[in-house]
């Protein structure tokens, strides 16, 4: 069996990318813009870094999920 097909590489991808859409998911006490329960006139400028951050490991999640459905998809193809 080889441990480097095409199908194992896309399932290990999508492992570290459900991991981290999960971990990164944006909480429900950030807000997008930074903004408190009190409205004031500037935002959090540390909740609006925090949701950036998320903002990218979200999307490389979902990136790695991607590719990692499409390397099992084109590993099934090529048996």
């Known amino acids: 069996m080889n ?9 290990f991808l999508d492992i570290i990318g459900v991991l981290l859409v999960w971990k990164f ?4 006490d950030i807000r ?3 903004e408190s329960f009190l409205l004031i006139e ?3 400028k540390e909740d ?8 990218i ?4 999640g979902l990136i790695l999920l991607i590719f990692g459905f499409a390397l ?3 590993g ?4």
């Open 72 to 74: 099992q998809l084109i």
């Open 32 to 34: 997008p813009k930074g």
């Open 57 to 60: 490991w979200q999307t490389v």
């Open 25 to 28: 998911g944006i909480p429900n």
């Open 76 to 79: 099934n193809i090529i048996k």
């Open 42 to 44: 500037r935002g959090n």
């Open 48 to 55: 609006i870094q925090k949701t950036k951050t998320y903002k």
């Open 3 to 11: 441990w480097f097909s095409l199908n194992n590489i896309g399932l």
